[in-house]
C-alpha cells in the first residue's frame, strides 16, 4: 500500500483503513487505492481512522465522498474517526459532519458500523 496507508480486517464484515499520509492532492489518491481494494475483497463496512492525519483538502474530501458513495452502493457504511479539531471544524463548516458518520474513537466506529451492518441484514 503506497504512502504507508494500509488496512486490517477488525471484524468478519468490518476493515479499518488506517491513514498516515496527509489528505491532500499529493496522497490522497494512496487511500482511494487502499479503499478500491477493500472494496474488491468484497468489504463494505470501512472505519477511515484519520488521526494520524494533518491534512485534509478538497481531494481528500472527494476521496472520502467517492470512498462513501461506493460503500452506500453495495449496502455498507463508512465510519470515520477524526480528532483534530480543525479537522472537525472543516467537516462541519462545509456540511460534511451531516453527511459522514464522524467519531473521536475506532470502538465508537466499529460499534456504529456492527449496528448499521444489523439493519441491512434485516
Not at 12 to 34: F, G
Not at 75 to 81: F, Q, T
Request: charged share 20%.
Amino acid at each position: 500500500m503506497s504512502r504507508g496507508n494500509s488496512y486490517e480486517h477488525l471484524t468478519e464484515s468490518i476493515s479499518l483503513v488506517k491513514v498516515v499520509s496527509d489528505m491532500d492532492v499529493y496522497d490522497a489518491s494512496s487511500v482511494r487505492t487502499v479503499v478500491v481494494d477493500l472494496l474488491k475483497q468484497g468489504r463494505f463496512f470501512l472505519v477511515v481512522d484519520l488521526t494520524a492525519s494533518d491534512m485534509l483538502d478538497s481531494t481528500g474530501v472527494g476521496v472520502l465522498v467517492g470512498a462513501l458513495k461506493r460503500v452506500h452502493g453495495h449496502a455498507g457504511a463508512l465510519a470515520l474517526v477524526v480528532t483534530s479539531e480543525r479537522m472537525l471544524t472543516q467537516f462541519r463548516v462545509t456540511g460534511l459532519a451531516k453527511v459522514f458518520a464522524i467519531f473521536p474513537t475506532v470502538d465508537q466506529a466499529v460499534e456504529f458500523l456492527g449496528r448499521e451492518g444489523l439493519r441491512t441484514d434485516g
